[in-house]
């Protein structure tokens, strides 16, 4: 199995979610069941690129952790979006929460790789999520 490669696509999942539902909001709509089943599909496929690196940093424990601490969060998330009794607050509460995972992840992988995500995709996470 390829963990790292699941870890690297469910943060990617993880950040398009974030970032659809801030383009939902602003256009005053809610995600779309295609998105919804979009980020989910490429949660579950497995990147190839880049992922060489991230395995030769973090070990299979720790990317397993990682792994299950992402998937647990894209399925909650996917489930607050797909709720119609939450209002925007509610939900933004729960988008910031796997907001801060997803740069949770990327610091622990920064601490692996002497300081620095080891792909353009990782370092594009870091920037668009505003990550510290």
């Not at 496929?45 to 299979?60: A, M, Y």
């Amino acid at each position: 199995m390829d963990i790292a490669g699941l870890v690297v696509s469910g943060l990617s999942a993880l950040g398009s979610l974030i970032q659809a539902f801030y383009t939902a909001r602003a256009e005053h709509k809610n995600v779309s069941k295609s998105t919804l089943r979009k980020a989910k599909k490429r949660a579950e496929q497995p990147l190839k690129i880049g992922t060489k690196q991230v395995e030769s940093v973090i070990d299979d424990v720790l990317l397993q952790t990682l792994l299950a601490q992402i998937e647990q969060h894209n399925q909650q998330l996917i489930a607050v979006l797909q709720n119609k009794t939450l209002d925007d607050v509610q939900q933004g509460i729960q988008v910031e929460k796997a907001r801060a995972q997803v740069c949770k992840v990327l610091k622990q992988i920064k601490q692996f790789n002497n300081n620095q995500l080891p792909t353009k995709r990782l370092q594009a996470l870091w920037q668009s999520h505003r990550c510290e």
